[in-house]
């Protein structure tokens, strides 16, 4: 039970604010993301019921960042879909593991069974949240979520079977957690203390990777697969709206499509 609730904005400290809009957004880009890619592997799966899954999972993620733009918009007074058609690439704040097409199956389970998981535990810290308007919103995603759970985990075992996929399945599970924990951000961070204060956040972000981890590790474990996951030596440079350390962001060919530039004489007013 929440001690004090906060119906808006007001009330809350400015660090707090700002804090819950970063990770707001962080989370609605890293959806989008998710569903872009979920989307783009539709076809092309290794199996039929894995494609069918696609379209679930897209249309799911999706409609999530309907949810989070749509909270973002009236508290914080900004129009996300203006800011996906006009934002720089390296303003964006997903995970950057989505930066670049996924370019084979082992890619696609590591952004399924990783960064999605990392998202969905995010969710989790929300869902007792002092902000009304995101509790609000948060037991619909994550009842959507558990099937994200299972198909991610569900092709890790599977995959982590074949020899001819362990190896890279190994690297890109790596490589899609040192991308969370960048994203997560440092353990100093005065937004997330903020939000964890105010029990807006019911953990800490650095709490929410270590467990991550310990559930990853497990997986793998069980999976036969090593996994040595680490936390960035140094944060230098981290932004904590782009949850970034570098000042690139998703690809050209990823953000024109997002934009649906392609179709720009047939968009609705």
């Keep these: 039970m929440v001690q004090t609730e906060f119906e808006s904005l007001e009330g809350m400290s400015e660090a707090c604010a700002r804090g819950l809009g970063n990770l707001l957004w962080a989370l609605a880009d890293t959806k989008l993301l998710l569903g872009y890619h979920y989307g783009e592997w539709t076809f092309g799966t290794p199996a039929l019921e894995a494609a069918v899954a696609n379209c679930s999972l897209s249309q799911t993620e999706l409609g999530h960042v309907r949810l989070l733009h749509a909270v973002l918009k009236k508290h914080w007074g900004e129009d996300p879909e203006l800011l996906i058609e006009r934002r720089p690439a390296a303003e ?6 989505l930066d670049q097409l996924v370019e084979d199956w082992a890619a696609y389970v590591a952004a399924n069974a990783v960064v999605d998981l990392a998202a969905t535990r995010v969710l989790h810290t929300l869902q007792g949240s002092a902000f009304k308007p995101i509790r609000m919103s948060v037991d619909k995603m994550l009842d ?41 951000g440092p353990a100093d961070d005065a937004g997330d203390r903020a939000l964890v204060a105010a029990r807006v956040k019911a953990a800490s ?15 793998a ?8 996951p680490a936390r960035p030596s140094s944060f230098g440079g981290w932004d904590a709206r782009t949850r970034r350390m570098d000042a690139r962001g998703p690809a050209d060919e990823i953000v024109f499509h997002l934009r649906g530039s392609a179709n720009e004489l047939f968009k609705l007013s």
């Excluded at 964006?92 to 593991?97: E, L, R």
């Excluded at 991610?152 to 362990?166: C, H, I, N, T």
């Excluded at 474990?221 to 040595?228: D, I, K, N, T, V």
Aim: charged share 25%; net charge neutral; glycine share 6%.
């Design 144 to 184: 959507e979520e558990r099937h994200h759970l299972h198909h991610g985990r569900g092709w890790f075992r599977s995959l982590a079977a074949r020899s001819d996929g362990a190896k890279r399945l190994a690297e890109a599970t790596r490589d899609a957690l040192r991308a969370v924990a960048v994203w997560l």
């Design 92 to 97: 964006f704040a997903n995970v950057t593991f």
């Design 205 to 219: 972000n650095a709490d929410l990777f270590a467990a991550l981890t310990q559930d990853l590790t497990a997986l």
């Design 221 to 228: 474990r069980e999976a036969g697969l090593p996994l040595e």
